[in-house]
């Protein structure tokens, strides 16, 4: 119930001691809870270079030229926020269609911050997820998160 | 009479009172006037009034389409002169042009288009 | 897990990129 500032203030310490990345079976690595988290509790920010949109597409052909997976996250139709070779854990949160976080764009003094936040008790153990929301796109991506009601492709 | 637009131009931009000048900081985006040409030659003319170090300038002549949170130049729709080395840019492809322009230089703009 | 990307740089939250007079071009002079 506290105000989102105050929230977010502790945030990169509390995340640090909260979560891990770790192997997961849905790809790759993936964040996992190292204690039990409340539901609706902020769980981390998910942190990186912020660019204008405007620099997407040169960075994101460089990174498919050089091979790198690229990691980001857009804030809104002018921010996205990078995270491809500086960011954080919440970089390897993978997508679920039946997921336990959501993500938020919180203004926070001034500052737009994409946070991630419980959608339920998540356990220790248990690995985050959130849905990603991809656009609709003719050439699909298979999803691999293996929920019951799996939408089969991320887009 | 032909201004600066406030409604066709990146927000972070700050237009003058006259709405003649313009301030930028930070990375390079876009302004566009409040009228455009499609046949015949057209002229205009800008003066540097401050270019501290470090900044830099791309002007020149722009279509609708061209990218405002880019410098003109950037793509299809925009043909630039930058301040830096004189350098021209189309496409952002950079091409030697003229010798480098900055504070107190007036600079001019002649586009040719076809009559028809 | 960044120390197997030497490259990576960790952050513990966001920073403001600054782009380059050249960011936009196709070659960096």
Not at chain 1, 6 to 13: D, H, S, T, V
Not at chain 1, 75 to 88: F, P, R
Not at chain 2, 90 to 112: A, N, Q, V
Not at chain 3, 2 to 10: G, L, R, Y
Request: glycine fraction near 8%.
């Amino acid at each position: 119930n506290l105000p989102m500032a105050m929230r977010f203030r502790n945030l990169k310490e509390t995340s640090k001691q909260s979560v891990g990345v770790y192997h997961s079976h849905i790809h790759g690595r993936g964040l996992f809870c190292l204690r039990d988290i409340e539901s609706g509790e902020m769980v981390i920010e998910y942190a990186g270079e912020v660019i204008r949109a405007s620099l997407t597409d040169k960075r994101e052909k460089y990174y498919d030229s050089k091979n790198i997976g690229c990691y980001m996250f857009k804030i809104d139709d002018h921010l996205v926020v990078d995270a491809t070779m500086k960011g954080n854990a919440a970089r390897f949160i993978n997508h679920s269609c039946e997921p336990n976080c959501y993500s938020r764009v919180v203004d926070i003094l001034g500052k737009k911050h994409i946070l991630i936040f419980a959608l339920r008790r998540i356990m220790q153990g248990e690995e985050l997820t959130y849905d990603y929301k991809f656009p609709f796109e003719d050439i699909k991506i298979p999803c691999t998160c293996g929920s019951r009601r799996c939408r089969k492709y991320l887009n | 009479t032909v201004l600066l637009a406030l409604h066709d131009r990146a927000p972070q931009l700050r237009v003058s009172e006259d709405r003649l000048a313009v301030t930028g900081e930070k990375g390079y985006c876009m302004v566009r006037a409040t009228h455009c040409v499609s046949r015949g030659t057209w002229y205009w003319e800008a003066t540097i009034e401050e270019m501290p170090e470090g900044s830099a300038t791309r002007i020149g002549w722009g279509q609708e389409y061209a990218n405002l949170q880019a410098p003109l130049g950037y793509d299809k729709f925009g043909y630039s002169w930058r301040s830096r080395k004189g350098t021209r840019f189309h496409e952002s492809r950079g091409k030697h042009f003229s010798s480098s322009y900055g504070e107190g230089d007036t600079l001019g703009f002649l586009i040719t288009l076809p009559d028809s | 897990w960044s120390a197997f990307a030497p490259d990576f740089k960790e952050l513990d939250e966001n920073v403001e990129y600054e782009e380059r007079e050249s960011e936009f071009d196709l070659s960096d002079e």
